[in-house]
């Protein structure tokens, strides 16, 4: 729970600040090739230095969620179970980007934390091969490159890759994340 006072007191600074600029919350869809697989994504993003004619700087607060239940009967074993695995992150960025008319490419560069569970239930087989449950937390930073696409001043569509890496860290139960594609929509005011 210590972990996010600090995210807390970043967004209230951006938030009670009267010199950043307008707001944009957004949703998207995350596919990523480590397990679970598809998940979903919110943002709050609150740009900085509206001064500037051609560049958008911003902070943004984004959290994703994965969750997935496997039926796992490895072959020619005595044994079978369901396990769930959930996933879920939050982490602050800072993003950059420049207006080419309705496109708005952007970079973003960040930190965050991740927490990965696992939960082994309907076990079939010998005591002595029951999987473990497992849970585990990690610190991570991550390089994100997208594109939103201005439809109407209030709706923008985006697509995102975000790169992760978990070298802050030392992960024992999921794999090392690499990377995820999102495809949302974001919604200014």
Same mark, same amino acid.
């Given at each position: 729970?210590r972990?996010?006072?600090?995210? $807390?007191?970043?967004?209230?600074?951006?938030?009670?600040?009267?010199?950043?600029?307008?707001?944009?919350?957004?949703?998207?869809?995350?596919?990523?090739?480590?397990?679970?697989?598809?998940?979903?994504?919110? %943002?709050?993003?609150?740009?900085?230095?509206?001064?500037? *004619?051609?560049?958008?700087?911003?902070? %943004?607060l984004?959290g994703?969620?994965?969750?997935?239940?496997?039926?796992?009967?490895?072959?020619n074993? !005595?044994?079978?179970?369901?396990?769930?695995? $959930?996933?879920?992150?939050?982490?602050?960025?800072?993003?950059?980007?420049?207006?080419?008319?309705?496109?708005? *490419?952007?970079?973003?560069?960040?930190?965050? $934390?991740?927490?990965?569970?696992?939960?082994?239930?309907?076990?079939?087989?010998?005591?002595?091969? %029951?999987?473990?449950?497992?849970?585990?937390?990690?610190?991570?930073?991550?390089? !994100?490159?997208?594109?939103k696409?201005?439809?109407?001043?209030?709706?923008?569509?985006?697509?995102?890759?975000?790169?992760?890496?978990?070298?802050?860290?030392? *992960? $024992?139960?999921?794999?090392?994340?690499?990377? %995820?594609?999102?495809?949302?929509v974001?919604?200014?005011?």
């Open positions: 729970m972990r996010f006072i600090p995210l $807390t007191i970043l967004m209230a600074v951006i938030f009670s600040a009267s010199s950043f600029a307008q707001l944009e919350i957004g949703a998207s869809y995350e596919l990523r090739d480590e397990k679970p697989k598809n998940g979903f994504g919110l %943002r709050i993003e609150k740009g900085i230095l509206e001064k500037l *004619p051609v560049v958008n700087l911003s902070l %943004r984004h994703s969620y994965f969750s997935e239940e496997n039926n796992v009967d490895p072959n074993q !005595s044994f079978s179970y369901s396990e769930d695995l $959930t996933n879920y992150d939050v982490g602050v960025a800072a993003v950059g980007g420049v207006s080419v008319g309705l496109l708005e *490419p952007y970079v973003g560069l960040g930190l965050g $934390t991740e927490n990965y569970e696992k939960a082994v239930k309907d076990y079939n087989g010998l005591p002595g091969n %029951r999987p473990e449950d497992g849970n585990e937390s990690n610190l991570y930073w991550n390089l !994100s490159v997208g594109a696409v201005t439809v109407i001043p209030v709706l923008k569509p985006f697509v995102e890759y975000r790169y992760s890496n978990k070298e802050l860290a030392e *992960p $024992t139960l999921a794999d090392a994340q690499n990377g %995820r594609i999102m495809f949302g974001s919604l200014s005011f």
